[in-house]
T-cell receptor, first 113, second 115 residues
């Protein structure tokens, strides 16, 4: 069974700091890994998608890496801003899952002005 | 307009009532999904559909049913709502990409409270 773990569960940083969010998964037979952002009571916004054959993806201040063999992904946020405050979720699409994304429980990020 | 639209956004209903949550998408994707989110449990898949004639159970389908009325529409029904179905419900879409599956897109969610 695929399990996805995100560490830390919560993180509070001062504005301007660079930070790393971690995601680990138990089954390396995946199609892709996707990072989402969720604001309180709102939907999920896709941030980055990494296919299983890729090592990283970048979008603006965000960089996501994937090490499939070790079952790990990181989301790097550069020069954090208060507007980055949200919950960040990672999800993996397992090859044998019937297209079901398996989600971690998220990291709640607070960026303090 | 949002690519994936859910209605209603908020709903309070009584135990035993039948309720339908609706989802429509403009992405042109074949695959649609219903998830629920609960504190401490994360997001869990209820049902999914790969095309209009295809319906599949997810990990927590008991107490729910779905209808894929068209490529762009996927509805979730609670036949007889119970309080432990109180949750945030999400509809999502994706397509079959070259490497198995493309990016998933989510709606804004429906907050359902069963009293």
């Amino acid at each position: 069974k695929q399990e996805v773990t995100q560490i830390p569960a919560a993180l509070s940083v001062p504005e301007g700091e660079n930070l790393v969010l971690n995601c680990s998964f138990t089954d390396s037979a995946i199609y892709n890994l996707q990072w989402f952002r969720q604001d309180p009571g709102k939907g999920l916004t896709s941030l980055l998608l990494i296919q299983s054959s890729q090592r990283e993806q970048t979008s603006g201040r965000l960089n996501a890496s994937l090490d499939k063999s070790s079952g790990r992904s990181t989301l790097y946020i550069a020069a954090s801003q208060p507007g980055d405050s949200a919950t960040y979720l990672c999800a993996v699409l397992k090859i044998a899952s019937g297209s079901r994304l398996t989600f971690g429980e998220g990291t709640q990020l607070t960026v303090n002005p | 307009d949002a690519d994936v639209t859910q209605t209603p956004r908020n709903r309070i209903t009584k135990t035993g009532k039948r309720i339908m949550l609706e989802c429509s998408q403009t992405k042109g994707h074949d695959r649609m999904y219903w998830y629920r989110q609960d504190p401490g449990l994360g997001l869990r898949l209820i049902y999914y559909s790969f095309d209009v004639k295809d319906i599949n159970k997810g990990e927590i389908s008991d107490g729910y049913s779905v209808s894929r009325q068209a490529q762009a529409k996927f509805s979730l029904s609670l036949e007889s709502a119970i309080p432990n179905q109180t949750a945030l419900y999400f509809c999502a879409t994706s397509d079959l990409g070259l490497q198995g599956a493309s990016e998933a897109f989510f709606g804004q969610g429906t907050r359902l409270t069963v009293v």
